[in-house]
């Protein structure tokens, strides 16, 4: 009887991380959103980037492994690619409700997982998943306005830069993920940050700021990544990918949760058309037995 307990423990510890992990991502993200008012998106992004930045390499102090020349190009790239979803994602959070924000980047990697797979099945999802978008666009906000163009086309932005991600990242963490993972961000931070810094308002970087900016980076960089460095050698690829096709869920949920962002009934429907486009995407496309490249949010 222990060792059947301890089996099951064994295998909903890591998925009750993952979870754990999304929340905690979609979380920080509406903490971020209480950020704009005072700094703006950019600012909100560059604090992030680099207090999480600050952070890894304080704790896990990756120049103690050498990492050879020819893997630096894949790490920038990977970088660059994250820090560049980071801040287009807030961008697209200033404009248009979270969940739907996730709904929109979550073309990414649903792309990603598409063009991997030959079966004429996947056209299915296809078709759902573009349903699904198409009534997000025309069901605009639950008040009956017209859903801002400049926050989907941010968000559609960083889909391109999360399927960027994943191809780079899973090079660059063809040696040492962890460590790649950690100068990919540093690197990313170093990059896109500056340009968040333009014409910030820099009196209002006060001390309550800067305790927000570090709750951020906690909750949507530090912990989630912990959780999921911990994870995802322990989940196979399915469930990974079946479990990240709620993120639209639960950046909907934290939006109405956290910052009063109801939805209408068809929205919520047409999200949850993406995430079933998703899971299909991930039930019935190419299996791996382990998941080398962590969720990036």
């Known amino acids: 009887m222990a060792v059947h307990s301890s089996s099951i423990v064994s295998r909903l510890l890591p998925i009750g991380l993952l979870l754990v992990a999304m929340a905690s991502i ?7 959103a209480t950020l704009f008012p005072l700094i ?8 992030r980037l680099l207090i999480a930045a600050t952070l890894l390499l304080t704790l896990f102090r ?9 893997e630096w190009p894949n ?4 970088g660059i690619a994250l820090a560049s979803m980071n801040f287009l994602f807030y961008q697209a959070m200033a ?26 099945l996947d056209l299915l999802w296809v078709a759902i998943a573009i349903v699904g ?4 666009l025309g069901a605009g906000h639950n008040n009956g306005g017209t859903l801002n163009l400049y ?3 941010c968000a559609l932005g960083a889909g391109a830069c999360w399927a960027a991600y994943i191809l780079f990242g899973q090079k660059a963490g063809e040696v040492s993920g962890l460590n790649s993972a950690i100068w990919g961000i540093t690197i990313g931070a170093l990059v896109v940050a500056p340009i968040g810094l333009v014409g910030a308002d820099t009196g209002a970087l006060g001390v309550h700021v800067l305790w927000f900016a570090l709750g951020v980076a906690i909750l949507s960089t530090a912990l989630p990544y912990t959780l999921e460095m911990i994870a995802l050698p322990r989940l196979p690829t399915q469930t990974f990918g079946t479990l990240m096709s709620l993120e639209p869920a639960f950046g909907a949920l934290s939006g109405l949760l956290f910052l009063g962002q109801s939805l209408a009934l068809a929205q919520w429907l047409a999200i949850a058309a993406v995430i079933a486009a998703s899971i299909g995407t991930t039930v019935t496309g ?3 037995e382990t998941i080398e490249t962590p969720y990036p949010d």
């Open 26 to 32: 979609q979380g920080g993200a509406a903490l971020a």
């Open 95 to 120: 404009h248009i409700p979270l969940g739907i924000a996730v709904a929109f980047e979550f073309t990414g990697p649903l792309t990603v997982a598409l063009l991997a797979s030959k079966r004429r």
């Open 40 to 47: 703006g998106p950019g600012a909100t992004t560059s604090l």
């Open 133 to 136: 978008l198409a009534v997000l």
């Open 62 to 70: 990756p120049w103690r492994r050498p990492v050879a020349r020819r």
């Open 286 to 288: 190419k299996t791996a």
């Open 151 to 153: 926050g989907v086309a």
């Open 75 to 78: 790490i920038a790239i990977y």
